[in-house]
């Protein structure tokens, strides 16, 4: 099977949070109160993910310096037992969800065209092959709060597991920022969406296909493949990492403090997959998604 470049030439990068609580349900600050402090750290746009409350952000009464997207966050037990919390991207209705069955629920939001995100499973406890992993699209592989909460804050591990099997899984960093005194933290982990226009259906659309880098610092400015090399520039890193399967990895970069901006990696033929990871002098990270479809 012949494979595709993920990234798309033309577009701009928007910066968003797919993981985002607010009075609704447990956050601390109102929508309104919400916006306008991501919209101060230059976002573009959130997703509303409150528990078992589907927003609708069409009946907001008032307009905000960024755009708010529909979500909504399940939570529940398998037929095994295992817990999951499990957030859901682009759900149209806004009624209430009522409290079911988290497999009947989850197979409702896919019905319904929602894009599915294992949230924080090194937090819950989920095993690399969860019961439910065939429905999902994504997993978060770093969550902010849950770095402050007890340091299990990395889905790597399940992403890279999941990767390995063949199944094409999209990698989240997130705030699941509640923005209350016990749960301080934001703008920690972000995703960069490269799309035409900021708009919730363009939005979607470039997500669901993967258009879009997790970060927690570092920034792409340009990635692109020419005559067979993955060509990138980004904010000054100190290492960037071509992460394949299993022990399967490049790396560039020195640990003599110089920082680059410009990287080339040739991706070998016979890797299943690959990523890249960047790192920069703080030792914050940004991961693309598989490089290839």
Known sequence: MKKTFRYPAEGRWFKGNTHIHTL????????????????????????????????????????????????????????????????CLGREQGDMVDRMDLTEAVDRMRDAGAILILAHPEWTGNSLDP??????????????????????????????????????????????????????????????????????????????????????????????????????????????RLVGTDALGQRQGSFDGIERTEWAFEIPAQWDYAYLELEDAMGRCAWTQTLYV
């Open 24 to 87: 609704a349900s447990d956050g601390g600050m109102s929508v309104r109160d919400i916006a306008t402090l991501y919209a101060q750290a230059e976002y573009d746009f959130l997703f509303c993910t409150d528990h078992w409350k589907a927003s609708n952000v069409q009946l907001f009464e008032e307009t905000f310096p960024l755009l708010w997207i529909d979500g909504i966050e399940l939570d529940g037990k398998d037929s095994r037992g295992e817990a999951y919390h499990i957030v």
């Open 131 to 240: 019961e439910l992993a065939d429905r999902l699209d994504g997993v978060e592989i770093y969550n902010h709060v849950c770095r402050w909460l007890n340091g299990k804050w990395s889905g790597r591990l399940h992403w890279n597991a999941q990767l390995k099997i063949g199944r094409p899984t999209l990698g989240f960093a997130v705030d699941d920022a509640h923005l209350r005194p016990e749960h301080p933290g934001w703008n920690g982990g972000w995703v960069q969406v490269l799309a035409p226009v900021c708009e919730r259906t363009t939005l979607l659309e470039a997500i669901r296909r993967g258009h879009f880098y997790s970060s927690c610092g570092p920034v792409i400015r340009q990635i692109r493949e020419h005559q067979g090399r993955i060509e990138l520039e980004t904010s000054p890193v100190r290492f960037v």
